[in-house]
Structure formats: C-alpha cells, structure tokens
C-alpha cells in the first residue's frame, strides 16, 4: 500500500524559514496536500499541489514537488509562533477510490 | 467554502455503551464519506469509506460490526462506536469528499472519545 514519511519533529526561532519534508510511494498520486492541525482540533488545509506542477506558492507557503524522487516539502516564510502545530502531507491517489493517505506528521515548535 | 459539522465534539462513555458521531454537509450533497482515526500523537489512519446508500467500505484490521457507518442520505452520515472499550478512546474525524472543485475533501472538527 501506499506509505508517506515525514520527520517527526522541526523546531525554529521565530522569524526564521520552516522546510517540512514528505517522501511518498505511490506514483499515481494526482493531488499532493499540505493539512496543519492544532491540539485538539481537525485538519485546515493549508495547501495542494498537482502532481504535474513542481512548485506552488500561496503567500508565505511554498510548496516544491519533487515528482521523480516523490519527495514533497512545505516551505514556511517569516515563522510565526501561531504556526506551531503538526503538519501533515497527504496523497490522493488514482486507484484508492480517492481516499487520502497521511504522513506521520511533523511537529513543528517555533521558538521566541 | 464547504462546511462539514461534527457532533459532538467530545463525549465521555462508559465501557460497553455505544456512542454515536454525526457529521452533516451544510453546503454540499457528498456521496462519499470518509471516517479517520487517530491515536495521541499519530497519524489519521482511515477506517472505511461510505457512500450514500451503500455499505462502508472497511480497511484491513477495522471491525465492521464494532464500528457501525451509516450514510443515508447525501447530507448525514454517521459512526457508532458499538460497546466501547478504553482501548477504542480515540479521535475521530470525519471527512466529505466532492467530485467537483479542488481538493474536493473537507474534514469535520473531530470527536474526542474517551472510554471509562
């Protein structure tokens, strides 16, 4: 089945760059997502990207698409202490009745 | 966008009562309904899939008889953890899937479930 790797933990100061990694298996994957989740709550996406695109940015989210290495990764600019959460890639794929699998999740800590 | 609406949001039961977890599309008709699960610190890991009036769709490992999934109409669907135990104490979300729009997925809030 398919499997989506993520490390488990990021910590930066405040202000700095986040690079969230996701290595997934399944290469019929069509959408790529990017969900954070805070404690005790449900999922907000944060992002997609189509896996015929390389890079997508959406105001400080960059997301690049490594299609060949299926390696995808979040990119967060001028990290603020709200952006404390798990982060969580997830694919769809084509032959999973588009059903979504999710990373391990990356528990990212901003610190003043 | 579209709103999926989660009941409750967290509940307390006793061991072997069954507990009931809605989630209703205000804005949408989604045939197809997805039921995660996650453990403190995990991941979601999927239970099965509904779709409106058919049986779920189960995953390997998930019992069909424990974790009843009812999808009736295009708007409601819901999980019956059936005689709960500690062990099933867990987060449980919910998530519609739409065939129109990108991504096509949105998630309900989550059930906190904690079996005493």
């Known amino acids: 089945g398919e499997d989506v790797e993520q490390s488990l933990f990021l910590s930066v100061r405040e202000g700095d760059s986040s690079v969230i990694n996701c290595t997934y298996t399944d290469s019929s994957s069509t959408y790529l997502y990017w969900y954070k989740q805070e404690p005790g709550a449900g999922l907000q996406l944060l992002t997609y990207i189509f896996s015929n695109m390389d890079m997508k940015q959406d105001q400080r989210l960059t997301v690049l698409l490594n299609k060949k290495d299926k390696h995808l990764s979040l990119r967060i600019a001028d990290t603020q202490t709200g952006d404390s959460a798990i982060y969580f890639c997830?694919?769809?794929?084509?032959?999973?009745?588009?059903?979504?699998?999710f990373g391990t999740g990356t528990q990212l800590k901003v610190e003043l | 966008g579209a709103v999926v609406s989660q009941h409750p949001s967290w509940v307390i039961c006793k061991s072997g009562t069954s507990v009931k977890i809605e989630c209703r599309s205000l804005d949408f008709q989604a045939t197809t309904m997805f039921w995660y699960r996650q453990f403190p610190k995990q991941s979601l890991m999927l239970m099965a899939t509904s779709n409106e009036g058919s049986k779920a769709t189960y995953e390997q490992g998930v019992e069909k008889d424990k974790f009843l999934i009812n999808h009736a109409s295009l708007t409601l669907s819901t999980l019956t953890v059936t005689s709960a135990h500690p062990e099933d104490s867990s987060f449980y979300i919910c998530?519609?899937?739409?065939?129109?729009?990108?991504?096509?997925?949105?998630f309900g809030s989550g059930t906190r479930l904690t079996v005493v």
């Open positions: 998530s519609e899937y739409q065939t129109t729009g990108t991504p096509g997925y949105t």
């Open positions: 997830a694919e769809s794929g084509t032959g999973g009745g588009n059903k979504l699998t």
